[in-house]
């Protein structure tokens, strides 16, 4: 059984309960996990509360705190290939992809481990004589960390470096359907040294554990990465001792095609944006913005390719898409696709599951291009987190701009076209974190990630992802100390 990591010990639930970890391609049991609940997440943020207001951590030289991140990555380059199979055994995405993963992860701690020493703070140039003023960032304290399934170590590896770095302590929880690569970065961070209490996992589900260390009057930080209606609630939660919070939630992310781009590129990015681990993305771009005049060659060329796209087991070369993380979430998309065509939407190809014999026990879709949508239909406004792309068409730009930001998202989207004046005048007018011109789903750790409206608040990567893990504190100092003589 797979333990939970506090104070530094690998222990069971206190309720001594168990989960079981399902493979999504076969329904396989391919591990069984601690399940703690709130009294084990108390138990976890009593310790990671001891670690941060009488451990060393915090006070430790930056350079040090640097080093130990630094170390972690190496550990993860060492054990890459381990970490991608059990991330794949988990998800069902590829293990090509996972490799990927693994490869971003490791980046993200180095990219941390080199900026933890090079803040020196600034001095201010102070308007009261005989005074100087200075500004210097510390740590924000403990901080709770909840991650979702379908990027469970990058979207954990986002929270933990920059954590570190900063000199915070952390309780994390991942999903409790994919908590395996967690454990595994666990028993790394244990391995590179990182003193007790200052990294703990609790293993559970959301309206327990998650729920507790949102609510906790204990925790200084709450960093969650998830869906909108767990974020609205975790902010409430939060609201008890006011407490730091960054929120990463969903998108309903659009693609421009614009009919002067070129036309290979943007058919292929197209369905890069939103066929990767099934689409289950949070920037998949699941929403086409096609220009009139080329949407039937484009829809077209599109259908035709999506027909070669090859389901199978995530540990097969040959596979391109794997299935859907759960019976539950198939389910959800099932009816998703279904509400599209009873709101008028045509199913160009897909929209179905498969009936290939093999694909039988894993949660598979196909994946699906509805044309015919238009902006009021709930499959172009709500994230449905699967293989399924929506086709829209405009006129003019202002249409196309119009279109792209009718959402109650904004976390990214795309431009494809060859005219670089005319994808400046989009981008500067799309509400989005990150727009991308003629390309998709690009992040790395120099630049900062996250949501316009409601995709989220914060930004994670970059340099604002490390301060979102540190306070700012003024120092003031009278170098003429006298009576004011006020009173
Ligand atoms: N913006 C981003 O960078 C980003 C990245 C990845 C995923 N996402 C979003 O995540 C969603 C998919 O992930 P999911 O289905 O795991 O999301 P989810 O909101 O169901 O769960 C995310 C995490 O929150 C926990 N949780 C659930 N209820 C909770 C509660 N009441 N209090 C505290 N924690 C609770 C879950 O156990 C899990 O660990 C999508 O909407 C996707 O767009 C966003
Ligand atoms: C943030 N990202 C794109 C890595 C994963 C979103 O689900």
Known sequence: ???MFMNGEWVAACSGETREIINPYNQEVIA?????NEKDATLAIAAAREAFDHGEWSHWPARDRGKKVHDIATLIERDREELAELESLDTGKTVEESRVDMDDIAGVFHYFAEMADKDGGEIIASPIPNATSRVVHEPVGVCGQITPWNYPLLQASWKLAPALAAGNTLVMKPSEITPLTSVKVFELMEEAGVPAGVVNLVLGSGNSVGAKLSASDDVDLISFTGGIETGKRIMQAASSNVKNLAL?????NPNIIFADADFDTAVDQAMNAVFFHAGQICSAGTRLIVEESMHDDFVRELVKRVKNIKLGSGF????????LISKEHLAKVVDYVENGKKEGATVAVGGEKPDDPELQHGFFYLPTVLTNCTTDMSVVQDEGFGPVI???TFATEEEAIHLANDSIYGLAGG??????AKAQRCVVKMRMGTVWINDVNLYFPQAPWGGFKQSGIGRELGKTGLEEYQETKHIFRNLKPEPANWF
């Open 1 to 3: 059984m797979k333990k």
């Open 415 to 420: 431009v494809f076209t060859n005219d670089i």
């Open 32 to 36: 069984t996990v601690a399940e703690g």
């Open 248 to 252: 990463e939630l969903g998108g309903k």
């Open 390 to 392: 929506t086709v829209e």
């Open 316 to 323: 097969d070369e040959a596979t391109q898409m794997g299935p």
